[in-house]
Structure formats: structure tokens, C-alpha cells
């Protein structure tokens, strides 16, 4: 998808993404429907706790990530960084790197100057996720990505690699958001 904005309102999540990569050279969108209020699920999903699936599991040791990196914690280990927070309304983690090489050439940086980040050769990506109040009870937790390359030999290397790769992004985002639905309907009084 190209990074063209419109004139016409956009939807929350992609407000709240707008403010780390307005302009992006790839996106994609999963959302669910969750039977619990959004602080209960926002608590959850912060938690980016992906291990309890089998097949992320194998998807991430096939990329060669370790088990820790199946949490928040350990994502923030291989250099995802927090860029900001709403309490009980989302978050977005930064990453900086040259996700088409097979370590990724990934790069320590401030999250305080990710906007700043224009090396070329390389790329950023945003991983935001919103959770918006659906009904009584119940919420739609959004989880987006967006990809902005810093020059033409990484945009032709990068959606090359994409090809490959997002049908298992897709995957992981959507195995994810069915463990955060799981686990945010099994609290007592959320359903």
C-alpha cells in the first residue's frame, strides 16, 4: 500500500500510528472483536505475549529469535522501542533496521529521534496497537504495522522480502490477537 493520505477522516488506530510514520511505504491491519471492557484488554495486550502459540513459536525460531523475544520484554531486547503510550487506549514500539538480511541489521536508537532516523540503506517500522470500546463490554483491539524505507535499493529489497514474509506476519499478528482475546475473556466479570 502506498503512503498516500486523504482528505477524508481516518479511523483512531491510524491516528494514533500517523504520530511515529505518517508516511509509510507498506501497511497492514488485523483487528478482533473481544468480549472484555478496553482496560482489561489494553492490560493484556501490553503485555505482547505471544508464547503461548505454538506455531509464532516455530515462526519465530525459523527467523532464528530467541523464546524471550516472544514477550514485550524481549522484543524491547532486540531493539524494539517503545515510542508512546495512551493508558488503555494503545501503544506503538519502533524498529530501525535492514529487516530483508537475515539478522535484520538492526539498529540501536532513541526513541526520541526515530522521526530523525534518515540513514539510507535502511528502514523503519512501527507496530501500533489500539484498543477502542465496541458495545457494551466489549472492545476491537487493532494491531498495525507500517513500513517507510529510506531509499530506493531498500524499497526494492524490502517489498522483496515482504513477498515472502507477510503471509507469516499476518499469522503471527493474527494467532496474537486471538491469545489477547483469550486470555481478556477468561478475567472474571469481562464477559
Same mark, same amino acid.
Given at each position: %500500500?502506498?503512503?498516500?493520505?486523504?482528505?477524508?477522516?481516518?479511523?483512531?488506530?491510524?491516528?494514533?500510528?500517523?504520530?511515529?510514520?505518517?508516511?509509510?511505504?507498506? @501497511?497492514?491491519?488485523?483487528?478482533?472483536?473481544?468480549?472484555?471492557?478496553?482496560?482489561?484488554?489494553?492490560? =493484556?495486550?501490553?503485555?505482547?505475549? %505471544?508464547?503461548?502459540?505454538?506455531?509464532?513459536?516455530?515462526?519465530?525460531?525459523?527467523?532464528?529469535?530467541?523464546?524471550?523475544?516472544?514477550?514485550?520484554?524481549?522484543?524491547?531486547?532486540?531493539?524494539?522501542?517503545?515510542?508512546? *503510550?495512551?493508558?488503555?487506549?494503545?501503544?506503538?514500539?519502533?524498529? =530501525?533496521?535492514?529487516?530483508?538480511?537475515?539478522?535484520?541489521?538492526?539498529?540501536?536508537?532513541?526513541?526520541?529521534?526515530?522521526? @530523525?532516523?534518515? @540513514?539510507?540503506?535502511?528502514?523503519?517500522?512501527?507496530?501500533?496497537?489500539?484498543? *477502542?470500546?465496541?458495545?457494551?463490554?466489549?472492545?476491537?483491539?487493532?494491531? %498495525?504495522?507500517?513500513?517507510?524505507?529510506?531509499?530506493? =535499493?531498500?524499497?526494492?529489497?524490502?517489498?522483496?522480502?515482504?513477498?515472502?514474509?507477510?503471509?507469516?506476519?499476518?499469522?503471527?499478528?493474527? @494467532?496474537?490477537?486471538?491469545?489477547?482475546?483469550?486470555?481478556?475473556?477468561?478475567?472474571?466479570?469481562?464477559?
Amino acid at each position: %500500500m502506498d503512503g498516500h493520505q486523504s482528505a477524508t477522516a481516518k479511523p483512531q488506530p491510524v491516528q494514533f500510528i500517523d504520530r511515529f510514520l505518517p508516511r509509510y511505504d507498506v @501497511e497492514t491491519s488485523h483487528s478482533i472483536r473481544i468480549g472484555a471492557p478496553p482496560a482489561v484488554v489494553f492490560r =493484556i495486550a501490553s503485555q505482547l505475549d %505471544m508464547s503461548h502459540s505454538s506455531l509464532v513459536r516455530l515462526l519465530f525460531r525459523l527467523r532464528g529469535l530467541p523464546v524471550a523475544s516472544l514477550k514485550r520484554d524481549g522484543l524491547i531486547q532486540l531493539r524494539f522501542k517503545p515510542l508512546g *503510550e495512551e493508558r488503555d487506549r494503545g501503544f506503538a514500539l519502533g524498529l =530501525i533496521g535492514q529487516f530483508w538480511t537475515p539478522r535484520g541489521r538492526l539498529v540501536d536508537f532513541d526513541p526520541s529521534r526515530f522521526a @530523525e532516523f534518515r @540513514e539510507p540503506g535502511y528502514a523503519k517500522a512501527v507496530w501500533s496497537f489500539s484498543v *477502542e470500546p465496541s458495545g457494551t463490554n466489549s472492545s476491537l483491539l487493532t494491531t %498495525m504495522t507500517r513500513v517507510l524505507c529510506l531509499d530506493e =535499493i531498500s524499497r526494492r529489497k524490502f517489498r522483496l522480502y515482504w513477498r515472502v514474509v507477510r503471509p507469516f506476519s499476518g499469522l503471527v499478528r493474527s @494467532e496474537w490477537l486471538r491469545g489477547v482475546r483469550q486470555d481478556s475473556e477468561r478475567i472474571p466479570g469481562s464477559t
